[in-house]
């Protein structure tokens, strides 16, 4: 068999291949055995079908069934010979059967681009750490109290954060109006998801009160019904609670953690958000040496892939989309579908860069030698099953079935520690910066 290669790309790589004619005849030779003792034609008994009769019914089906094989085998040859690995599927052209019977075709497929890392070790960074103060810990504090605060029902004029059980009716606007009334509605005065109209009208309301209130819908609203319009409510108010935040002392403390005092609490707080603020600047910091090191280390990358990652994100924002336009319901979201290309051109930045994080990461775990133990690869099975809510078992099963994709899951962990490992080594200048 002759090959010969071209590269016109540095990810793309062409097969030029010919098969002696001799082994086209051979593989013909070996279908016509197959045929002859299986061929069942009426007048002639099992295996008996004369050879000219057999080549004038089947000749034909027998060659291009010859073809069918030698093309994909030819080309799988051609791969391992050369040790290349494709991450497409071949596109086979040119396809041509000469008088002689030699076989000639073109298998047009793509593979990884070579990397070569010049420097992933004393890259310059900042890190960036959010300061954590009494404030910021005094915050987290009321968010906690928030949680656990009760409410209880007040006679004077409704204020923010109180809370509001309402009956509404849309009263002008709408054609079907009963299809988006409420009863017994609670809300809390002055939250973000409540509709801003009803937040400012509804201030200084009594229970008992009745109000009209007019409510103006961008003409993009995910609701369809009530996009571009603008709809007035009568809002009755059947009741106004007034929230009570718990004192933050020792019983606070034990109510809603492990701990026995207020002051074990914040101290516990305050650790938590430290920690939290220090895997922050430390993801800041890899994030800015794999943009350094994808900058240094230019990569062409093969269509193919990022096409498929892109597909991936693009999917992904559909979905998001369609929860926004439809509320989750089911269906079809013409909207979505007419995002699409906005939505390619938006993500295909982002799916570039994720490929070639990964090409690079997976050539630092080459070069460093990073392996994932036993144990390192049953913890990570366990935290990806608790996320995705699934029984552990399954996924080892699965692996047990298919060693490649546990070979697969054990190189992502390896790339993760790669990835975790590029902070370390980074030479970063701490910051000391303000929380958002």
């Known amino acids: 068999m002759k090959v010969e290669i071209k590269e016109p790309k540095s990810w793309q790589r062409v097969f030029e291949i010919e098969v002696p004619g001799q082994q086209v005849k051979a593989a013909i030779e070996e279908l016509f055995r197959e045929y002859s003792k299986k061929a069942k034609l009426p007048g002639f008994r099992q295996g008996k079908v004369p050879r000219s009769l057999l080549e004038s019914r089947f000749g034909q089906g027998i060659e291009a069934e010859a073809i069918e094989q030698l093309v994909p085998d030819s080309y799988e040859r051609a791969l391992a010979d050369h040790k290349l690995v494709p991450v497409n599927r071949a596109v086979i052209s040119d396809l041509d059967l000469s008088p002689d019977k030699d076989l000639k075709f073109t298998a047009t497929f793509e593979i990884l681009p070579s990397v070569a890392i010049k420097r992933y070790k004393g890259v310059k960074a900042t890190k960036r750490v959010a300061k954590i103060t009494d404030k910021e810990v005094d915050r987290e504090l009321d968010y906690l109290r928030n949680i656990y605060a009760e409410h209880g029902a007040v006679e004077r004029p409704a204020q923010l954060t109180d809370k509001l059980t309402v009956d509404y009716i849309p009263q002008s606007g709408l054609d079907q109006p009963e299809k988006f009334k409420g009863e017994n509605y609670v809300l809390e005065l002055g939250a973000a998801q409540v509709l801003p109209e009803f937040n400012q009208q509804l201030q200084g309301a009594k229970a008992g009160d009745v109000r009209q209130i007019p409510v103006s819908y961008a003409a993009d609203y995910s609701v369809k019904e009530l996009a571009g319009k603008t709809v007035t409510f009568q809002v009755t108010v059947k009741s106004v609670q007034e929230k009570k935040l718990p004192e933050l002392n020792d019983e606070f403390a034990t109510k809603v953690s492990e701990y026995q005092t207020a002051q074990e609490l914040r101290d516990k707080i305050k650790a938590g958000m430290e920690a939290r ?53 089911k269906g079809e979201c013409p909207a979505c579908e007419q995002e699409e290309p906005k939505l390619r051109d938006q993500y295909r930045p982002a799916a570039e860069w994720k490929i070639k994080e990964e090409l690079l990461l997976s050539e630092i775990v080459k070069q460093e030698k990073v392996e994932v133990s036993d144990a390192e690869l049953d913890e990570a099975v366990g935290e990806w099953s608790r996320y995705n809510r699934q029984d552990p078992a399954k996924l080892r099963e699965a692996f047990a079935k298919n060693p490649d994709r546990r070979d697969d899951f054990r190189s992502r962990i390896a790339i993760g520690k790669a990835r975790k490992q590029l902070g370390e080594w980074a030479e970063a200048a701490v910051e000391l910066v303000d929380m958002k």
């Open 277 to 329: 603020a220090e895997d922050e600047a430390m993801e800041g910091v890899r994030l800015q040496v794999l943009d350094a090191l994808i900058k240094d280390n230019p990569l062409e990358l093969p269509e193919s892939l990022v096409s498929e990652e892109l597909a991936a994100m693009v999917a992904e924002a559909k979905k998001r989309l369609h929860m926004q336009h439809h509320q989750g319901a």
